[in-house]
T-cell receptor, first 111, second 113 residues
Framework: GQQVMQIPQYQHVQEGEDFTTYCNSS?????IQWYKQRPGGHPVFLIQ?????EVKKQKRLTFQFGEAKKNSSLHITATQTTDVGTYFC???????????FGQGTTLQVKP | DVKVTQSSRYLVKRTGEKVFLECVQD?????MFWYRQDPGLGLRLIYF???????EKGDIPEGYSVSREKKERFSLILESASTNQTSMYLC????????????FGSGTRLTVV
């Protein structure tokens, strides 16, 4: 079936360190979306990538979509305690239109 | 801002009970979705709907049904609750062709005892 795999499941970093989470799909995606869920909260949409090789930035966050449109990454530069939460990627498959979420990466930041 | 409202934040139900989870969105979105979230498993799609009275099975529909009688409301029904349905349930909505991702409700944490 259609799956989106995300690693790592957990990441603990010292404040100021960088952080990266990765997503992979076995089949080509029409687009990939990223969400952030704060502890006790619900997922909130961050960004959508559509084009092959696309790179988008939001302040300290950099999002990439692979050339083959099968993988994506989110990189946070110089983490802050406000970055704490679970980051989900979600891939949309063109043949079904369904949005399939990865398992999420939970980020803990030590001050 | 789009608002997706789930009727209950916490629910405790007994095994075998029929459970209704309600979701209402206020931005005239065509698409509505029900996910459940469990640790280590991410969000899994239960059912979705692209229009009134229309429903499609997601990846884990067993034990659930849905109802969409009005565009703004999408209900998830657990016909006979079981303990393995203890989970966080998240409703989301989206508009076709609109870039901006899904808007999620605050979630309902259901415990079946």
């Amino acid at each position: 079936g259609q799956q989106v795999m995300q690693i790592p499941q957990y990441q603990h970093v010292q404040e100021g360190e960088d952080f990266t989470t990765y997503c992979n799909s076995s089949t080509t995606l029409s687009n990939i979306q990223w969400y952030k869920q704060r502890p006790g909260g619900h997922p909130v949409f961050l960004i959508q990538l559509v084009k092959s090789g696309e790179v988008k930035k939001q302040k300290r966050l950099t999002f990439q979509f692979g050339e083959a449109k099968k993988n994506s990454s989110l990189h946070i530069t110089a983490t802050q305690t406000t970055d704490v939460g679970t980051y989900f990627c979600a891939g949309q498959f063109s043949n079904t239109g369904k949005l399939i979420f990865g398992q999420g990466t939970t980020l803990q930041v030590k001050p | 801002d789009v608002k997706v409202t789930q009727s209950s934040r916490y629910l405790v139900k007994r095994t075998g009970e029929k459970v209704f989870l309600e979701c209402v969105q206020d931005m005239d979105h065509e698409n509505m979705f029900w996910y459940r979230q469990d640790p280590g498993l991410g969000l899994r799609l239960i059912y979705f709907s692209y229009d009134v009275k229309m429903k499609e099975k997601g990846d884990i529909p067993e034990g659930y049904s849905v109802s969409r009688e009005k565009k703004e409301r999408f209900s998830l029904i657990l016909e006979s609750a079981s303990t393995n349905q203890t989970s966080m349930y998240l409703c989301a909505s989206d508009s076709q062709g609109r870039e901006g991702g899904y808007t999620f409700g605050s979630g309902t944490r259901l415990t079946v005892v």
